[in-house]
C-alpha cells in the first residue's frame, strides 16, 4: 500500500481527541521539567522521549477502527485492536528515528543555532524513521513472495 | 507541536506509516526550545543524552505493544498504560549502566 493523505479524517476527528493529546503532551513536557529541576537534566532528559501521545493515540484508533466496523454491522473489536497494533509496529520505527534525533542533538547543539539544530534533527528523526519503514516493508514484501521448498523450509 | 504530529498522523495511510508520528519528538521539541531558552545550550545538550536511552526504552515498549495487541488482542488503553513500568524499567536501567 504506497503513502497517502486522507484529509477527511480530519473533518472526522472530534475535538476532544486533539485536546486529549494536548494535555497528555504539556503534562509531560511540564513533567519533564519538573523532574529535571529536582533531580538533574540526566534524569529529566530521559523523559524527552517518554510515550506520552502514543497511548491515547492508539485508544483512539482502536475505538475509531471498532466504530467504523460496527457502523457496518461487524463486531469489530479484534480488527480495532489489530490496526493499534499496526500503529504500534510504526511508533517502534518512529523511536529509532528518535534516537537518531536525541544524538544530533547532543552533538550539534552547543555553539551553534538551536533552531536550525532542532528542525535538521527533527528532519533527520522522519528520513530515518520513513528509511527504516521502507526497508521493513520491503522485507515483509520479499517474505510474502518468498519462494517455498517442497519441505516448508527456506534454508537454501 | 503535539497537536501538529497528531493530525499529521491521523490524515496518513497505511497506519504503519501513520504510526511513525506516534513516536515524533513533538514533547522533546516543545521541551527543548524550553530549556534552551531558561538553561542554555550545555543543559538541554546533557538532557538529550538522557533521552536516547529514553528512546531505546520507546522502542521496547512500542515492540511489545504491538506483539500484545496483534498477537494477544489486549485493548489498546490496557497494553499501553501496563507496558508504562517496562519504559521506565528500560530507560532508567540503561541510564544507570551506562549514562551515569
Excluded at chain 1, 528523526?125 to 510474502?144: A, K, Y
Excluded at chain 2, 531558552?37 to 538541554?44: D, E, R, V
Aim: net charge positive.
Amino acid at each position: 500500500m504506497n503513502i497517502s493523505v486522507n484529509f477527511s479524517a480530519l473533518r472526522e476527528a472530534k475535538w476532544y481527541q486533539f485536546a486529549l493529546r494536548f494535555c497528555f503532551g504539556g503534562a509531560i513536557c511540564v513533567l519533564a521539567g519538573v523532574i529535571a529541576e529536582k533531580y538533574g537534566p540526566a534524569i529529566g532528559g530521559l523523559f524527552l522521549a517518554f510515550p506520552a501521545i502514543f497511548p491515547a493515540s492508539a485508544t483512539l484508533l482502536e475505538n475509531e477502527q471498532e466504530g467504523k466496523k460496527q457502523r457496518a454491522g461487524l463486531h469489530g473489536m479484534i480488527r480495532g485492536r489489530k490496526v493499534a497494533g499496526v500503529d504500534a509496529v510504526g511508533a517502534a520505527m518512529g523511536s529509532l528515528g528518535m534516537i537518531v534525533f536525541a544524538t544530533m542533538v547532543r552533538q550539534l547543539l552547543p555553539g551553534r543555532s538551536s533552531s536550525l539544530i532542532l528542525l535538521s534533527a527533527t528532519l533527520a528523526w522522519f528520513v530515518v524513521s520513513l528509511t527504516i519503514w521502507h526497508l521493513r516493508r520491503l522485507f515483509v514484501q520479499w517474505c510474502r513472495h518468498k519462494p517455498m521448498s517442497p519441505h516448508g523450509d527456506n534454508t537454501h | 507541536m503535539v497537536c501538529a504530529f497528531a493530525a499529521i498522523g491521523d490524515v496518513l495511510k497505511p497506519k504503519s506509516f501513520a504510526g511513525l508520528f506516534g513516536a515524533a519528538p513533538s514533547v522533546a521539541l516543545a521541551t527543548l526550545y524550553l530549556t534552551i531558552s531558561s538553561q542554555g545550550k550545555i543543559y538541554a545538550a546533557t538532557e538529550t543524552r538522557s533521552m536516547i536511552a529514553g528512546a531505546v526504552a520507546f522502542f521496547i515498549y512500542a515492540s511489545c505493544a504491538s506483539w500484545l495487541l496483534m498477537k494477544r488482542n489486549l485493548s489498546a488503553l490496557f497494553a499501553t498504560i501496563t507496558l508504562m513500568p517496562l519504559w521506565l524499567a528500560v530507560s532508567f536501567g540503561l541510564w544507570f549502566m551506562l549514562l551515569r
